[in-house]
């Protein structure tokens, strides 16, 4: 569904990506981990058209998409659930939700999303006529997934849903994750949480400084003494 072949970007003189490749199939739940600073929002920033590979070349459903404007790609069927959220804080959650549809105009649709969102986070239905700017850190987040997935999206990136969140809240985020595959939507997640991440995903790539270091199935890669010592803490 998604290719990386080779990319690389730079910040001016630094190399941020260097050879980056990795595949996301469809239906399936791919995360990138790895330490603050490795490259992995850098990598969704590139998918997503905000920033552009000085090499290499990203294809999504058969069509190169590197250097594509953003707002394309959500009507391609990609959107994305920002780190830091990124919610329009003097709107209302309702509101928050209707701008993740703007792309549409089937207002029986968009209706019936708009209710599963609240299913599932019904915190945000309590607080549906809330600005979204008064909401604590996990109810922003759970809005920012809630808004990602109003348009659609056959491909959903998750940027640190869990970044700052309580435990309980965490375990709220990622249970909303297998709900979100069990529909069929593929998500390439970029999460802090090693273990949540590779306890919820099907594969897995390992970054440092800008590089794929690792890969392999979740589950085998949380058996790997290099990845328990370095990410889980064991």
């Given at each position: 569904?998604?290719?990386?072949?080779?990319?690389?970007?730079?910040?001016?003189?630094?190399?941020?990506?260097?050879?980056?490749?990795?595949?996301?199939?469809?239906?399936?739940?791919?995360?990138?981990?790895?330490?603050?600073?490795?490259?992995?929002?850098?990598?969704?920033?590139?998918?997503?058209?905000?920033?552009?590979?000085?090499?290499?070349?990203?294809?999504y459903e058969g069509?190169?998409?590197?250097?594509?404007?953003?707002?394309?790609?959500?009507?391609?069927?990609?959107?994305?659930?920002?780190?830091?959220?990124?919610?329009?804080?003097?709107?209302?959650?309702?509101?928050?939700?209707?701008?993740?549809?703007?792309?549409?105009?089937?207002?029986?649709?968009?209706?019936?999303?708009?209710?599963?969102?609240?299913?599932?986070?019904?915190?945000?239905?309590?607080?549906?006529?809330?600005?979204?700017?008064?909401?604590?850190?996990?109810?922003?987040?759970?809005?920012?997934?809630?808004?990602?997935?109003?348009?659609?999206?056959?491909?959903?990136?998750?940027?640190?849903?869990?970044?700052?969140?309580?435990?309980?809240?965490v375990h709220t985020?990622?249970?909303?994750?297998?709900?979100?595959?069990?529909?069929?939507?593929?998500?390439?997640?970029?999460?802090?949480?090693?273990?949540?991440a590779l306890h919820?995903?099907?594969?897995?790539?390992?970054?440092?400084?800008?590089?794929?270091?690792?890969?392999?199935?979740?589950?085998?890669?949380?058996?790997?003494?290099?990845?328990?010592?370095?990410?889980?803490?064991?």
């Amino acid at each position: 569904m998604l290719s990386l072949e080779n990319i690389s970007v730079s910040y001016g003189a630094i190399e941020a990506l260097t050879g980056i490749t990795l595949q996301v199939n469809q239906g399936e739940v791919v995360t990138l981990i790895g330490a603050n600073g490795a490259g992995k929002t850098t990598t969704l920033r590139t998918i997503t058209g905000l920033l552009e590979p000085t090499e290499g070349r990203i294809t999504y459903e058969g069509k190169q998409i590197d250097g594509m404007a953003a707002h394309k790609l959500v009507s391609m069927g990609m959107a994305m659930s920002p780190e830091g959220r990124g919610v329009f804080a003097n709107l209302s959650v309702r509101e928050n939700l209707e701008m993740g549809a703007y792309i549409r105009n089937d207002k029986k649709g968009i209706l019936e999303d708009m209710e599963k969102g609240f299913a599932m986070f019904p915190r945000l239905k309590e607080r549906e006529q809330q600005k979204a700017g008064t909401l604590s850190g996990g109810e922003q987040q759970m809005l920012a997934m809630a808004r990602a997935l109003m348009s659609r999206p056959r491909l959903l990136l998750l940027d640190e849903p869990s970044l700052g969140l309580a435990p309980i809240v965490v375990h709220t985020i990622f249970e909303a994750i297998d709900n979100i595959r069990a529909e069929g939507t593929t998500i390439l997640l970029v999460e802090q949480n090693a273990n949540a991440a590779l306890h919820h995903s099907d594969r897995a790539y390992v970054m440092e400084t800008g590089r794929i270091v690792m890969e392999g199935d979740s589950k085998q890669l949380a058996q790997d003494p290099r990845v328990k010592e370095a990410y889980l803490g064991e």
